[in-house]
Nanobody, 124 residues
Framework: QLQLVESGGGLVQAGDSLTLACTASGPRFIEYNMGWFRQAPGKEREFVAAVSRGGLNANYADSVKGRFTISRDNDKNLVYLQMNNLKPEDTAVYYC?????????????????WGQGTQVTVSS
């Protein structure tokens, strides 16, 4: 059983940066591929970024590529999402998720564990 808790959300202005953190508690964190998803008001939850178990491979949604960076610290059971040049359309609740499988990182149905989410609001 893995428990995930997100932190670092808040209200920022367009162009600002923000770093989200996901703290995992439970055994064998390194065995999980990790992802970030987000859900904007009135929209479905969507994939943002994913990182492999060892942290060497990362994938991003086209909408955040070049602006967001996902990373992990397996010694501290942490996953980060560094968000630069934020836009109003990045406003959403951001969720951290973990899964055992390696493939289909963009499909949320394969993720086994989810956090409660943290709100990010970007004003124009």
């Amino acid at each position: 059983q893995l428990q995930l808790v997100e932190s670092g959300g808040g209200l920022v202005q367009a162009g600002d940066s923000l770093t989200l953190a996901c703290t995992a508690s439970g055994p064998r964190f390194i065995e999980y591929n990790m992802g970030w998803f987000r859900q904007a008001p009135g929209k479905e939850r969507e994939f943002v970024a994913a990182v492999s178990r060892g942290g060497l491979n990362a994938n991003y949604a086209d909408s955040v590529k070049g602006r967001f960076t996902i990373s992990r610290d397996n010694d501290k059971n942490l996953v980060y999402l560094q968000m630069n040049n934020l836009k109003p359309e990045d406003t959403a609740v951001y969720y951290c998720a973990a899964k055992v499988t390696s493939a289909t990182y963009w499909q949320q149905q394969w993720y086994n564990y989810w956090g409660q989410g943290t709100q990010v609001t970007v004003s124009s």
